[in-house]
């Protein structure tokens, strides 16, 4: 079995093909929020780019929705994610699945990846609309195009290693027993 079949199979037990709309709309309306708030903050403080002590961030309504975008997809991709991993792979071990699955044909790099990537998804897709501002901010001049590549690649990797580290740390966890009398 490959990888690409281990990952979509955690992935269809996270989410199914008709929870994908509900997560994306879900992640619209988070996204729409986030606009809005980030609105009214920047006509309820007046900002403009003269007060502002950093001139090289655009503290504009895009500005600050893409502050707080980053703040939703950095939260779910260090905490939330890593979080949903750990107690998946406790899920297993209480129901006995996951001796189960190191008998399967799958390599343990499937496995792995399939609780990395698989079990997740439906976290990836709550982050599509944040994801989108950040780069449109970016698009836009918010903060130079440089920078684009860069926060996409180190929030991608971070989030995989933090929920590898999630995965070895709940695949570690030993039960411990009460002495003997």
Not at 52 to 64: A, D, E, H, I, R
Request: include cysteine; charge should be positive.
């Amino acid at each position: 079995m490959s990888v690409r079949a281990a990952v979509a199979a955690f992935a269809h037990r996270s989410v199914r093909r008709r929870d994908v709309v509900t997560s994306l709309g879900i992640s619209g309306v988070v996204t729409l929020a986030l606009l809005f708030v980030a609105s009214e903050m920047a006509r309820l403080h007046n900002l403009s780019i003269a007060d502002q002590p950093f001139n090289s961030v655009t503290w504009s309504t895009l500005g600050v929705a893409d502050l707080m975008a980053l703040a939703v997809l950095l939260a779910v991709g260090f905490v939330v994610a890593p979080a949903t991993v750990a107690a998946a792979v406790t899920q297993e071990r209480r129901a006995g699945t996951l001796d189960q699955l190191r008998t399967t044909p799958l390599s343990p790099v499937g496995v792995a990846l399939g609780f990395v990537i698989g079990v997740p998804a439906r976290m990836y897709l709550f982050c599509a609309g944040p994801l989108v501002v950040h780069v449109l901010a970016t698009l836009a001049g918010v903060q130079p195009l440089t920078t684009l590549p860069g926060s996409l690649v180190l929030m991608a990797l971070g989030t995989v290693l933090s929920c590898l580290l999630a995965l070895v740390s709940a695949l570690s966890g030993t039960t411990t027993r009460s002495p003997a009398p």
